[in-house]
């Protein structure tokens, strides 16, 4: 594949992953993980992966600064000058604006796709194919490209977005009419029986200029507060933080500008993909994602026959059915009568709980950190 100069990456690699803790800690989260035991880390999966059709000077990364280190070590091709390092967490709004804005100071006509850093992705051949194409599509039409891929199941963990009506002149790309984020069971149901609802990657693609005009057509406290914005490219270099990061109000990109945004588009994609965000999604329909009605499973992944799965680890079981087990290295899981649990271990912590029960979850996490902190 030709890469082309107008083509841009920006990788999101700053969250705290802390939906899959224990194994996923402040200090080193799932972004820095060999999570499935794939043989390279998921930053590093998702660099690679682009690498083979974006020129590796044209791909960003936004991440902690704490995280600095962990990313350096990781990406040691990655020239400083291709990383935004955010002082503080001020959602996914602020560092495409922050990039957008630096990128088409030297590139004007620059079109980018944004990517989480904590995607499975089968078949990238057909990831490859789809990305240009709507990067193409972005280069000579005004809007905001959601990829999307057909539901394997009625997964309600997962973002879903509707196609509206086909765009002219474009294959599988069409408007969007509405997006709905993690429904009940019974409209994820409906929404896969439908066949007009699409899962929400979180992959975006546009054109510079048109993210800029929308950023400050749609958010005030961008518009009002910073008028630098518009010509922070000219004022500062990427691995510059701007002076007023740290006033940023927390907003995602989908909230604060996909839900105003006039030119709203969707693609329908043909890669196999999985969102890697969470213990229940990383179940066993999840890690064998169907592509084309194949099965892909993961490569240290292991099942048996009744959906147990095991990530990285040796387990034995005794009347269980439909857990998940993740383990440090050396250690091995011996479990009787559950259903339904996820068994995870890092750095001598233990947690099982529901592995459907994220309040759960959330309540274990804070009290270990209590603890810790008593410590």
């Not at 009625?154 to 009419?177: C, H, L, W």
């Not at 429904?183 to 990657?201: H, K």
């Not at 740290?246 to 996909?258: G, I, Q």
Request: negative net charge.
């Amino acid at each position: 594949m030709n890469p082309t100069a107008n083509n841009f990456c920006l990788i999101l690699a700053g969250g705290v992953g802390s939906r899959l803790w224990p194994v996923s800690r402040e200090k080193c989260p799932k972004q820095y993980l060999d999570l499935i035991g794939s043989g390279r880390t998921l930053i590093q999966q998702t660099y690679d992966r682009f690498a083979r059709f974006i020129r590796p000077e044209n791909i960003y990364v936004s991440t902690q600064e704490s995280y600095l280190p962990l990313l350096h070590e990781q990406l040691p091709q990655l020239p400083r000058c291709q990383i935004l390092a955010e002082p503080v967490r001020r959602g996914t709004l602020a560092p495409v604006a922050w990039a957008t804005s630096s990128i088409a100071n030297f590139c004007p006509d620059a079109r980018i796709i944004v990517a989480p850093s904590d995607q499975e992705i089968y078949d990238d051949e057909a990831f490859a194919s789809d990305i240009l194409h709507s990067l193409e599509i972005a280069s000579s039409n005004e809007g905001v490209i959601t990829l999307g891929v057909i539901p394997t199941r009625p997964e309600t963990g997962y973002g879903y977005v509707q196609m509206g009506d086909p765009a002219r002149r474009s294959p599988n790309i069409f408007k969007v009419k509405t997006f709905t984020e993690k429904p009940g069971l019974d409209f994820a149901q409906m929404f896969c029986d439908s066949g007009e609802f699409l899962w929400n990657t979180g992959l975006f693609v546009f054109g510079a200029q048109y993210m800029l005009s929308n950023i400050l057509k749609h958010v005030p406290e961008y518009r009002d507060d910073f008028p630098e914005l518009a010509n922070l490219g000219s004022t500062a270099t990427i691995d510059e933080t701007p002076r007023f990061y740290t006033a940023l109000p927390n907003l995602s990109l989908e909230y604060a500008l996909l839900e105003h945004t006039e030119h709203r588009y969707v693609q329908r994609c043909h890669f196999g993909w999985a969102d890697l965000g969470t213990w229940q999604c990383l179940s066993t329909d999840a890690l064998h994602t169907p592509r084309m009605n194949t099965p892909v499973p993961p490569a240290d992944v292991k099942t048996d026959g009744r959906k147990n799965v095991m990530i990285h680890s040796e387990a034995l079981f005794d009347n269980a059915s439909d857990n998940l087990v993740r383990l440090s290295s050396g250690h091995i899981a011996v479990i009787s009568g559950l259903e339904g649990y996820v068994v995870a271990e890092q750095d001598g912590v233990l947690m099982i709980c529901p592995k459907g029960d994220a309040a759960a979850m959330r309540r274990l996490q804070t009290l270990a950190h209590l603890d810790e902190l008593e410590e």
